[in-house]
């Protein structure tokens, strides 16, 4: 065979497979913009594991937006257009330092795949309801991520005191530690995170809020509202990725109990 025609087969054959290569790369990881990447499990959290597992930098290695806690369940974390804030139990909003170290968080580049235009709800339940209409258009057993801006009548949230080893359940640290604010007349961001049920083992099914005010001086987990006027962006998450906790007490924790009714219960 001519010795430029074998040149060019495998010219054309190193393409070939350069092109499978990047398009595989979509799915394994490599693509930030359709990731959900998560620290530890919410069961994990839930039964007392609150040790750090990554840091505030590393986490911002991963995405823009999103939520979670701090060591020792030091507050509500709201990532909001790659800033990440602490809603502290004193009331407080603050911007956490690389070196602040992370037990429970998901994350994921923010990447607009639909809007949501003139959306209000009355309460809590209203908005959650709608939102789920929204995301039955394009497939429930996704992830989603929802950036939600607008007013609020009233908005009602809660952050909680930093906790001391021997760590104890949030059950119980939500029963004695949480602090609940409410307030009157703000203009902010929910960020809405959904989990599909199928991995309700990992995660919490359903919508998971947190909410931060435009002027930086409220926020936290997002326990009820009434009166939202507003608009929402929608990105759709197709990939999950997580780092799991390597102390001792992860290693050996018991996960055949079912936590789905104290998740539900705190939140």
Same mark, same amino acid.
Not at 50 to 67: A, E, M, P, Q, R
Not at 137 to 166: A, C, L, W
Not at 189 to 204: D, G, H, I, K, Q
Not at 220 to 238: A, C, M, R
């Given at each position: 065979?001519?010795?430029?025609? @074998? ?5 054309m054959g190193l393409l070939a497979v350069s092109a499978v290569s990047a398009q595989n790369s979509l799915f394994? %990881? ?22 750090? #597992?990554?840091?505030?930098? +590393? ?13 020792? @369940? &030091? ?5 909001? +257009?790659? #800033? ?7 009331? =407080?909003?603050? #911007? ?16 607009e795949d639909a809007k949501i235009d003139d959306l209000t709800a009355k309460d809590f339940n209203d908005l959650?309801?709608?939102? *789920? &209409? ?10 989603? #991520?929802?950036?939600?801006? %607008? ?7 809660? =952050? ?12 119980? @640290?939500?029963?004695? *530690? ?6 009157? +007349? ?13 991995? &309700? ?11 931060? =005010? *435009? *002027?930086?001086? @409220? ?7 009434? +009166?939202?006027? %507003?608009? %929402? ?35």
């Amino acid at each position: 065979m001519n010795k430029k025609i @074998v040149f060019a087969l495998i010219i054309m054959g190193l393409l070939a497979v350069s092109a499978v290569s990047a398009q595989n790369s979509l799915f394994f %990881g490599n693509n930030n913009d359709d990731s959900m990447y998560q620290v530890s499990l919410m069961q994990a959290f839930m039964h007392g594991e609150y040790n750090g #597992v990554v840091t505030v930098g +590393d986490l911002k290695s991963h995405g823009d937006i999103g939520l979670g806690t701090f060591e020792g @369940v &030091n507050g509500e974390m709201i990532i909001l +257009d790659g #800033v990440i804030y602490q809603a502290a139990a004193d009331g =407080s909003i603050n #911007v956490m330092s690389d070196n602040e170290k992370i037990p429970f968080a998901t994350i994921t580049k923010f990447d607009e795949d639909a809007k949501i235009d003139d959306l209000t709800a009355k309460d809590f339940n209203d908005l959650t309801s709608q939102l *789920d &209409n929204e995301i039955e258009k394009y497939g429930t057993n996704n992830m989603y #991520v929802i950036k939600i801006k %607008g007013d609020f009548k009233n908005i009602t949230v809660r =952050s909680v005191e930093k906790q001391e080893e021997p760590y104890k359940e949030f059950t119980e @640290v939500a029963a004695v *530690d949480q602090k609940v604010f409410n307030h009157t +007349d703000q203009t902010g961001t929910l960020v809405a995170v959904y989990f599909p049920e199928y991995m &309700n083992e990992l995660n919490m099914h359903g919508w998971h809020l947190h909410f931060l =005010s *435009d *002027d930086k001086a @409220v926020g936290g987990h997002v326990l009820g509202l009434n +009166d939202f006027k %507003g608009s %929402g962006q929608i990105d759709e998450i197709h990939e999950f990725n997580m780092i799991l906790p390597t102390d001792d007490s992860f290693k050996n924790m018991n996960f055949t109990e079912d936590m789905s009714n104290k998740i539900s219960s705190v939140e």
